[in-house]
């Protein structure tokens, strides 16, 4: 416990002179830049896309998002750059700074709760811009002393061939390298200015075993889902199919007969439209037989509820709410986590869950209050201290991300348990290892 509350007056007050801070702030100004070739894609998109409704019959929603967004060669992810103020969307790492050292100090002290093993893995899952892995990183460089002569290593799952390149430039600079051929599981690798090996896989099942901390900031959000609406007869699937009225356009239809997703949908179900993400449930199971038997853990920060909300599909452009089915390829598509759904996924894989919390909830018990108040007090700039103040409220106020966005953990079952009572060596009475060290985040910690 000492020293973890040693970690985070680190992280609130010795991690990086103010000078140094480099703040991340979103702009109002709604993206505009829509070149030819861009439209181009968007309508080969939706050509692509009736001519296979034509030889088909409708898709399902899960089957449309995969299309719209990974699509070997016309996908959204596959072909831009959609984050930060220019793009589409903007996350938490973009904004401040803050947000991705806190998370750093999370991984280090899930890493001091497992003993602080040899082997320190850093994967990250949809690693956007490598903005939050930068910052990670930096952390483990500002703890160093803490970390020793761990092996530490960054492997960053993303499907992108243009984002992929936007991280190794954040994270390597020139040091980088395609690998020989792009059949290899790891396609890309480099080495930190740190000196750090980092490495980039287009599936987290291609990632080396071994001790690993798991970050997935706005990953399960973009995965495909199901819809399913309750009718007289029973749950039916929407799909998306063609407008007969307006053939150059979409629409929704719900299909008359139950199709195999339906068996997805549970026995208990109250609600009268229900989303289901059969592909975040097939990579939960991944996370959890991974920190079952190698150790580790995961957090999963995102959009979501507990299972309560019905129809959250919907789509960004500019930063401005787009129609889902408009333009399929112009727009990011995204649905909220049902967090309930993935609990009983990952406790089903054994391992042990916390959360969701609310980010404010979560960014307050890492310490950002004092963090916040050192850098104001060192801070002489006015415009630097306003876009501190700003940076903070985008990311902590319930209005804006501080309720929208919530926490999730995974844990070895071991890490929430008490060691069972040793004998002391030559005594025959019994005493008990110490107690677990808190979570962060999900526990307050009185700094």
């Known amino acids: 416990m000492r020293t973890l509350l040693i970690v985070n007056r680190?992280?609130?007050?010795?991690?990086?002179?103010?000078?140094?801070?480099?703040?991340r702030v979103a702009s109002s100004r709604p993206c505009s830049s829509n070149s030819s070739s861009q439209e181009q894609q968007r309508h080969s998109m939706l050509r692509h896309l009736t001519s296979k409704i034509k030889s088909t019959g409708?898709?399902?929603?899960?089957?449309?998002?995969?299309?719209?967004?990974?699509?070997?060669?016309?996908?959204?992810?596959?072909?831009?750059d959609m984050l930060g103020p220019e793009g589409d969307f903007i996350t938490s790492p973009e904004i401040s700074q803050i947000f991705g050292e806190l998370l750093g100090v999370w991984c280090v002290s899930e890493w001091m709760g497992a003993g602080s093993p040899g082997q320190l893995q850093l994967v990250e899952l949809g690693p956007g811009r490598g903005s939050l892995a930068s910052d990670v990183l930096r952390v483990f460089g500002q703890l160093r002393t803490v970390l020793g002569e761990t092996s530490v290593s960054v492997h960053l799952v993303e499907v992108s061939p243009v984002l992929s390149q936007v991280q190794a430039t954040c994270l390597t600079g020139e040091c980088n390298q395609a690998s020989a051929s792009e059949d290899e599981p790891c396609y890309h690798h480099g080495t930190t200015a740190a000196g750090l090996p980092c490495s980039w896989y287009r599936s987290l099942e291609h990632v080396p075993r071994g001790f690993s901390i798991y970050l997935a900031h706005e990953f399960f959000d973009a995965l495909p889902i199901h819809k399913f609406q309750r009718t007289e007869r029973g749950w039916r699937e929407v799909m998306v199919d063609i407008d007969p009225e307006k053939p150059g356009?979409?629409?929704?239809?719900?299909?008359p007969n139950p199709t195999l997703a339906c068996t997805l949908i549970q026995a208990d179900e109250k609600r009268q439209h229900v989303e289901v993400c059969p592909e975040g449930g097939v990579i939960i199971q991944q996370l959890a037989n991974r920190i079952a038997e190698d150790g580790g853990a995961a957090?999963?920060?995102d959009y979501g509820h507990g299972g309560t909300k019905m129809d959250t599909f919907r789509g960004f452009k500019g930063h401005q709410l787009h129609d889902v089915l408009s333009s399929p390829g112009a727009a990011d598509l995204t649905a909220d986590v049902d967090f309930s759904y993935l609990r009983g996924v990952a406790e089903e894989g054994g391992v042990a869950c916390l959360g969701p919390v609310t980010q404010r909830l979560f960014l307050k018990n890492m310490g950002i209050d004092a963090r916040l108040q050192v850098l104001l007090r060192n801070c002489t700039d006015p415009s630097t201290k306003k876009q501190l103040i700003q940076s903070y409220d985008m990311l902590t106020n319930p209005s804006k991300m501080g309720e929208r966005f919530h926490f999730f953990s995974m844990l070895a079952p071991s890490r929430l348990h008490r060691h069972r009572p040793q004998a002391a060596q030559g005594l025959k009475m019994e005493r008990k290892n110490p107690a677990p060290l808190p979570v962060?985040?999900?526990t307050e910690l009185n700094l």
């Open 58 to 80: 409708p898709i399902s929603v899960a089957e449309y998002m995969r299309e719209v967004l990974t699509n070997p060669v016309m996908g959204y992810y596959v072909r831009n």
């Open 440 to 442: 962060a985040g999900f």
């Open 299 to 301: 957090l999963i920060a």
């Open 10 to 23: 680190l992280a609130v007050s010795h991690f990086l002179p103010l000078a140094s801070v480099r703040w």
């Open 249 to 255: 356009q979409l629409r929704f239809v719900i299909i």
